[in-house]
């Protein structure tokens, strides 16, 4: 059993940035992938960036490329996504989750943190 804890989320002005964290606990949990995944009112889930367990490549959505960095380090077991250039359209609340493989489809991952919210005013 893999748990996932984010945190790092609150409020920030158009352009601003932000840094989100997602802990995870469990025997396994260095050796999943880890995306960030998004989800705004009325909207659907959906990915933001994806790293593999080796942090050897990155995946990401083609609305925040070259905005936010996805990392991790394993010996902290803690994965990030810096946020910069934030615009409103990125206001969500972000997900972490953890799979056996980083994919881009939610339902490839298996454990899911609980959330926390971004706010972009502009």
């Known amino acids: 059993q893999v748990q996932l804890v984010e945190s790092g989320g609150g409020l920030v002005q158009a352009g601003g940035s932000l840094r989100l964290s997602c802990a995870s606990s469990?025997?396994?949990?260095?050796?999943?992938?880890m995306g960030w995944f998004r989800q705004a009112p009325g909207k659907e889930r959906e990915f933001v960036a994806a790293?593999?367990?080796?942090?050897?490549?990155?995946s990401y959505a083609d609305s925040v490329k070259g905005r936010f960095t996805i990392s991790r380090d394993n010996a902290k077991n803690t994965v990030y996504l810096q946020m910069n250039s934030l615009k409103p359209e990125d206001t969500a609340v972000y997900y972490c989750a953890g799979g056996k493989s980083y994919s881009r489809i939610t339902t490839d991952y298996n454990y899911w943190g609980q959330g926390t919210q971004v706010t972009v005013s502009s």
């Open positions: 790293i593999p367990w080796s942090g050897a490549s990155t």
């Open positions: 469990g025997r396994t949990a260095s050796t999943y992938g």
